[in-house]
């Protein structure tokens, strides 16, 4: 079984940082797209980041120079490091992959559990 694992949330202050992490595990070929969405109280979910194999990236325009994606493909992990926080960054913010599973080969779109960042002073 193929699932997502994310971890790094948690309560900091306006200006702050925290560096949330998206680990994936069971029987991988392959991790094409990788991404951060995130969805506040009342709001939809939304697009935060995206990475792709080959590392190409792109931002929601709310994040820009704040917020970094990354990716270590021999971890099958994904990375967003958030900077300059501000309260309406306050969301849980969910881990997305597109993967090539075995046993059979077949793709998938998995999703993390989410990870709940409270931004507060």
């Known amino acids: 079984q193929v699932q997502l694992v994310e971890s790094g949330g948690g309560l900091v202050q306006p200006g702050g940082s925290l560096r949330l992490s998206c680990a994936a595990s069971?029987?991988?070929?392959?991790?094409?797209?990788m991404g951060w969405y995130r969805q506040a109280p009342g709001k939809q979910r939304e697009l935060v980041a995206a990475?792709?194999?080959?590392?190409?990236?792109n931002y929601a325009d709310s994040v820009k120079g704040r917020f970094t994606i990354s990716r270590d493909n021999a971890k099958n992990t994904v990375y967003l490091q958030t900077n300059s926080l501000k309260p309406e960054d306050t969301a849980v913010y969910y881990c997305?992959?597109?993967?090539?599973?075995?046993?059979?080969?077949?793709?998938?779109?998995?999703w993390g559990q989410g990870t709940l960042v409270t931004v507060s002073s």
């Open positions: 997305n992959a597109n993967i090539t599973a075995l046993y059979p080969v077949h793709d998938l779109e998995v």
């Open positions: 990475i792709t194999s080959g590392g190409s990236t």
């Open positions: 069971g029987s991988i070929l392959s991790i094409e797209h």
